[in-house]
Nanobody, 119 residues
Framework: QVQLVESGGGLVQPGGSLRLSCAASGSTVSIYAMGWYRQAPGLQRELVAV???????NYADSVKGRFTISRDNAKNTVDLQMNSLKPEDTAVYYCNARVVVVTTAYDYWGQGTQVTVSS
């Protein structure tokens, strides 16, 4: 089992910045990848960015060049630096941890943190 706790959401004006943080606890040695997803009202949850234990990253096209994901394997934390925020970035952001056991993947989720981009 892995527990995830997010922090750092809030209200920001367009063009502003926010930093989200997520701390993992529990069976953290088994985590393969950590990432951030978001869900806006009426829409499906979508990938924002993910980083593997080896440091490989993947970003949604809509955030490339604006968001940066980073991970501290020793502290079991993953951060998302969000710059040049747009109103369409408004959503609940969820931290995710993926654990792979043999050939089966298990996803764990945080409780979500609201990000609102508005003037």
């Amino acid at each position: 089992q892995v527990q995830l706790v997010e922090s750092g959401g809030g209200l920001v004006q367009p063009g502003g910045s926010l930093r989200l943080s997520c701390a993992a606890s529990g069976s953290t040695v088994s985590i393969y990848a950590m990432g951030w997803y978001r869900q806006a009202p009426g829409l499906q949850r979508e990938l924002v960015a993910v980083i593997t234990s080896g440091g490989r990253t993947n970003y949604a096209d809509s955030v490339k060049g604006r968001f940066t994901i980073s991970r501290d394997n020793a502290k079991n934390t993953v951060d998302l630096q969000m710059n040049s925020l747009k109103p369409e970035d408004t959503a609940v952001y969820y931290c995710n941890a993926r654990v792979v056991v043999v050939t089966t993947a298990y996803d764990y989720w945080g409780q979500g943190t609201q990000v609102t981009v508005s003037s």
